[in-house]
């Protein structure tokens, strides 16, 4: 692991002295080229596209898995899948709904780290980490306010019959008996907005984490003027739900009907990028923009499911794969900071970095030491100071959800994907193939062996989470 004790160059030390406040936004599924300020053609995110030009965008960012649960893990503990305790989205229970995998008390969080640094602390949207009565639940890693979803696959419904606030359940009126009157992601915005009035007197700084469920299936979208837009303008096949069960959120991942997915992803995602337009708007307002770092993200690549079409809209940009992939289109995510005055508008940035950089990055913005961790702080690369910006030598992820255990590593330009354990190892040149179209693993034997002895060494066993080469059934 990587730990934080390097000398701070004068520009990091004058942005401790703030202790600005940070907000993380959190996209669901959104994929490298679902914004237009990643390539995206066929509608447009105007908002986003105004924080890219207001700030920096990373073009080589990593989620820290392909799907939800365990990359939220990497960013909320620093560790990468190898390290960290939660390494899939196993999950038990009714519906799905029940504890899965929870962090435990030493499991270290952002929150925790920021908490003790001073910081009010608030989750909004998607936990994933541990549900109600357990030691992964919110207000026992450090978040002062939560209201959301504490499941994750809870939070497959945009339109629930109920959500959680501070770990006690909350009825949703407006989605009893089949309505749907209560859009999730709106609920989250106005619970964001009033998070920022709560704390607007600056009598300590805060941590937003915003972790929103769009555009995760399904494809619903409020029947409203945004949708509108979109109707009658793409191809449609209405995905129908195949199991209809007597409550809205029943049948875990037989996600509810929609007549238009194609519609219903591009409001998603047009919805959002106005609704981050309207926090920043809104931080403006409150005297809080130049004293606040915002991060956007998303947590893994573009999905397939309940209509979800990222062929289509060439979700995964030049990149290959998607969801559930270990190629670049399952994990290489977009990320896009603004600080005013501290980042250089319209700045680009090709640092290598991934999600549990984040607990570092944090933690060096709050003036505190960072716990050890798998991640560099890329606050240098932030404030322009990009000779002192430290490199990974490696990026490591498994993933344990296909039929076999999956694991990849980036060293450089060269990314090793082995589709199970005792399997060979397909290599690619970043660099030149970032399509990774050609496995070169025959021409370069060294640096295969080389990163096969890099896998072998790079994790941690776990009982839940051991490598597999026929995995018929969900890790116990």
Request: charged content about 20%.
């Amino acid at each position: 692991m990587a730990c934080s004790g390097k000398t701070q160059s004068r520009e990091e030390a004058e942005a401790q002295n703030t202790k600005p406040n940070i907000i993380y936004i959190l996209a669901d599924d959104l994929g490298y080229g679902d914004l237009s300020c990643y390539g995206q053609t066929k509608f447009t995110t105007p908002h986003l596209d105004k924080m890219a030009a207001e700030g920096m965008r990373f073009t080589q960012h990593y989620a820290g898995s392909p799907v939800c649960a365990p990359s939220r893990a990497a960013l909320m503990t620093g560790l990468h899948t190898g390290h960290t305790r939660v390494r899939g989205n196993y999950e038990v229970g009714p519906h799905g709904f029940g504890a899965g995998v929870a962090l435990k008390p030493e499991d270290i969080t952002v929150a925790e780290v920021l908490k003790k640094a001073g910081y009010k602390t608030g989750l909004v949207g998607k936990w994933g980490l541990g549900v109600a009565g357990t030691t992964g639940e919110p207000q026992q890693k450090g978040f002062d306010y939560m209201f959301g979803f504490l499941n994750q696959g809870h939070a497959h419904f945009h339109y629930p019959e109920y959500l959680y606030r501070n770990g006690q359940k909350v009825e949703l009126p407006g989605n009893q008996n089949g309505k749907r009157e209560q859009y999730a992601q709106d609920l989250f915005h106005q619970e964001a907005l009033q998070f920022l009035d709560n704390n607007k007197n600056g009598q300590a700084p805060f941590f937003l984490y915003l972790a929103l469920t769009v555009p995760h299936a399904e494809m619903l979208h409020p029947d409203d003027e945004n949708l509108a837009r979109f109707k009658g303008k793409f191809p449609e096949k209405p995905f129908v739900k195949k199991t209809q069960g007597k409550r809205i959120d029943d049948s875990l991942g037989t996600y509810n009907s929609s007549e238009m997915p194609h519609a219903a992803f591009a409001a998603m995602v047009t919805r959002l990028d106005a609704q981050v337009g309207q926090l920043l708007t809104h931080l403006k307002k409150l005297g809080l923009d130049k004293n606040t770092i915002v991060l956007f993200s998303s947590d893994n690549g573009p999905h397939k499911e309940a209509g979800a079409d990222p062929v289509f809209f060439n979700s995964s940009g030049p990149l290959r794969g998607f969801k559930r992939d270990l190629y670049e289109g399952g994990i290489r995510v977009p990320l896009i900071v603004r600080w005013p005055g501290k980042i250089k508008a319209g700045s680009e940035s090709n640092h290598i970095s991934a999600f549990w950089d984040f607990m570092p990055t944090a933690a060096a913005l709050a003036g505190t030491p960072s716990p050890a961790t798998d991640g560099i702080s890329f606050l240098p690369t932030l404030l322009g100071n990009t000779q002192d910006q430290q490199q990974h030598d490696n990026l490591y992820w498994e993933f344990h959800e296909n039929k076999t255990s999956n694991q990849a590593v980036r060293q450089g330009d060269w990314k090793g994907i082995r589709h199970r354990p005792s399997g060979p190892l397909e290599l690619y040149n970043l660099k030149t193939d970032l399509a990774e179209k050609n496995n070169v693993a025959e021409a370069h034997p060294e640096i295969v062996s080389r990163l096969e002895t890099m896998l072998s060494k790079v994790r941690t066993p776990s009982e839940i989470w051991s490598l597999k080469d026929d995995r018929t059934s969900a890790p116990k």
